[in-house]
């Protein structure tokens, strides 16, 4: 079963219901296959921008990367998976940064721009992101956490994980838009670009990612993170747009906890870097992070920040 939820739909406060089938495809590493994506040698894989206007620093964190066009081609179906977990401050994507890539979206000439998740609508609604939803015209497709709802997608290269269940909706679009929040989280301490993908993995394959003990104890916590970065090698999103204005750095994933606030919009391909860019942001290490390690393992992205062309500005 989904809900899908337009401008008309939630001023009206009415749902329309459908059944949403399971399609065929690729796995979903083609949303990166973009030809435009290798056009521009000089560009950096990073773009971090600073600045009191949070819609306004992901305008040009974008524009650093080469133009919502190398990403977003014309008439294209674009999913974008943000972070709802909670309405407390600081955990959840940024009303303003949804809402200037929902407006690039458009520039671009994308045919659909569907916000897809298993996350409740009164999630949506609470933390302010159904609103800019429907006010931008684009859709809320909301689905339940029915196994019906979610495809098995094998993973040939995981250690910990040896299938995936992705949500079928994400199989039905050209294009993938990661938009988490980077945060404290209880069990490896960070949430970014990586972790933020189980939210279009099944619940229940999800809980397979925790081990008893999984917030204190060593090996519990290594396979947290090892089933994250197995995840992310059938999944990869065309780009990442990573919402690093104001976050929890304790009581994560939920909240409420103590907030700092970079007012960083931080974009770019490459998980891994861009991870281990947002980690330190608050006082964190990569190399201290098993899932950013683990990520660089599987070949993934760069976790030397060293070795990457990062570009910052504020604005």
Request: proline share 5%; glycine share 8%.
């Amino acid at each position: 079963m989904t809900r899908s939820i337009g401008r008309r739909d939630f001023i009206q406060k009415g749902l329309r219901f459908g059944m949403t089938a399971a399609v065929g495809g690729p796995v979903l590493r083609r949303f990166a296959d973009n030809p435009l994506l290798g056009l521009a040698k000089d560009i950096p894989a990073i773009a971090a921008v600073e600045g009191d206007d949070y819609g306004r620093n992901t305008l040009k964190a974008v524009e650093i990367l080469g133009g919502i066009e190398r990403f977003v081609p014309k008439n294209s179906r674009v999913a974008i998976l943000a972070n709802v977990q909670s309405s407390h401050p600081g955990a959840f994507t940024s009303p303003a940064v949804l809402r200037s890539v929902l407006r690039l979206c458009r520039q671009a000439g994308a045919k659909e721009v569907n916000l897809v998740s298993w996350q409740a609508l009164k999630n949506w609604e609470s933390t302010g992101l159904a609103q800019v939803v429907a006010e931008e015209g684009a859709s809320l497709k909301l689905f339940e956490r029915d196994e019906a709802n979610f495809k098995p997608v094998p993973i040939p290269a995981g250690k910990a994980l040896t299938e995936s269940r992705i949500l079928n909706a994400f199989f039905e679009h050209d294009v993938f838009i990661n938009m988490p929040v980077t945060k404290d989280h209880a069990g490896n301490k960070f949430t970014g670009t990586m972790k933020n993908l189980m939210g279009i993995n099944s619940p229940v394959n999800n809980r397979t990612f925790h081990k008893e003990n999984w917030q204190t104890e060593k090996s519990a916590i290594e396979h947290l993170d090892q089933s994250i970065a197995d995840l992310n090698t059938v999944v990869k999103p065309t780009l990442n747009l990573v919402d690093a204005t104001e976050f929890i750095t304790t009581n994560g994933p939920f909240g409420p906890g103590e907030i700092i606030k970079p007012k960083k919009v931080v974009a770019g391909a490459d998980r891994v870097a861009i991870d281990a860019y947002c980690a330190a942001l608050w006082g964190l290490k990569p190399e201290d992070i098993v899932m950013i390690k683990r990520g660089q393992e599987h070949g993934l992205g760069q976790h030397d920040l060293k070795k990457v062309k990062i570009q910052e500005m504020s604005v």
